[in-house]
């Protein structure tokens, strides 16, 4: 690994401990992805987390989805969003996109919100290397009807919706809040 990678390792595990597993992206348009990139898979309690290595000195940005079971998939939805950011029009924090299906079998939530981490997931977002910021940001999977309410009401007025309800942000099979 490279300065940065280590350094981001770094950043991730003072959250959330060691990954249990390095997973390189060998499929799809990886000509794209930065050479290096690759997604870390960390357990922690009853909850995965999945996050990518390599994007920030490119767009400055890093992406992780928090999932309730272990699964690939959630390295190829950070794959696919990590080669949207670097070759489509830009992707930044409250930006959505959409994944053509539902985030995991059976579940409604076929967005995925770019949001910054929450409460636990505290210090995450901001990662400084090189005198240069990168932004951690959480993959949230939504609904169609979230992402709308979204555009018509504003992204503060839906996260005020998931702060008030509570929502189960790593439950695939949650109803729409809106």
């Known amino acids: 690994m490279a300065k940065y990678e280590v350094a981001l390792l770094n950043?991730?595990?003072?959250?959330?401990?060691?990954?249990?597993r390095q997973h390189l992206q060998e499929r799809g348009p990886i000509h794209h992805l930065p050479l290096g990139f690759l997604v870390l898979e960390f357990k922690g309690g009853s909850q995965w987390k999945y996050a990518t290595v390599g994007l920030g000195p490119v767009c400055g940005m890093e992406f992780f989805v928090v999932a309730p079971e272990q699964n690939g998939h959630h390295v190829q939805?950070?794959?696919?969003?990590?080669?949207?950011?670097?070759?489509g029009p830009g992707l930044g924090w409250g930006h959505t996109v959409f994944l053509g299906e539902g985030w995991l079998p059976g579940s409604g939530c076929d967005h995925?919100?770019?949001s910054k981490p929450h409460a636990d997931n505290a210090g995450l977002e901001s990662f400084q290397h090189d005198g240069?910021?990168?932004?951690?940001?959480?993959?949230l999977p939504i609904t169609r009807e979230?992402?709308?309410f979204k555009i018509r009401c504003g992204l503060?007025?839906?996260?005020s919706i998931f702060e008030d309800?509570?929502?189960?942000?790593?439950n695939p099979l949650r109803t729409s809040l809106v």
Not at 11 to 20: A, F, T
Not at 132 to 137: G, P, Y
């Open 11 to 20: 950043h991730y595990q003072r959250l959330w401990g060691s990954p249990i």
């Open 165 to 170: 309800e509570s929502i189960d942000y790593a």
């Open 77 to 87: 939805t950070l794959a696919v969003v990590s080669h949207y950011a670097i070759t």
């Open 112 to 114: 995925l919100l770019l």
């Open 156 to 159: 503060e007025a839906l996260e």
């Open 146 to 148: 979230e992402r709308e």
């Open 132 to 139: 240069r910021m990168v932004r951690c940001l959480w993959l």
